[in-house]
């Protein structure tokens, strides 16, 4: 279960990257709102996934989740750039996840 709650505290920090952009710099009320309010359930979920996972881990997986998500999120909302060495780091910061779950 704390790989779960990892992973959704992932994507809530994907949540307030991707609002970050919508905000325009916290001038638009919606966007902010819903930023601000992703922003705690992140860390609060990180904090809950903590009490099970090692600190480093955790923390490492849901920065990683969290940046994977938002280069995604940034290719298919925002038109962001598919260039082959952006998307090979991409798959190693993967890799290195999916190495920080085995290794648990």
């Known amino acids: 279960m704390p790989w779960i709650i990892l992973f959704l505290a992932g994507l809530f ?3 307030w ?3 970050l952009k ?3 710099g916290f001038t638009r009320p919606l966007p902010t709102l819903l930023t601000v309010c992703a922003m705690p359930v992140s ?3 990180l904090g809950l996934a ?3 996972l090692p600190l480093g ?10 940046a994977v998500g938002t280069v995604i999120a940034g290719i298919i909302l925002f038109g962001e750039s ?5 998307l090979a780091s991409v798959a190693l910061i993967v890799c290195g ?4 779950k085995l290794s648990h």
Do not use: D, H, P
């Open 13 to 15: 920090e994907v949540g």
């Open 17 to 19: 990257s991707i609002g």
């Open 22 to 24: 919508y905000t325009e």
């Open 43 to 45: 860390l609060a979920l």
């Open 50 to 52: 903590m009490k099970e």
């Open 57 to 66: 881990t955790a923390y490492a997986i849901w920065t990683g989740v969290g």
């Open 82 to 86: 598919m260039a082959l060495l952006r």
């Open 97 to 100: 996840l999916i190495g920080l």
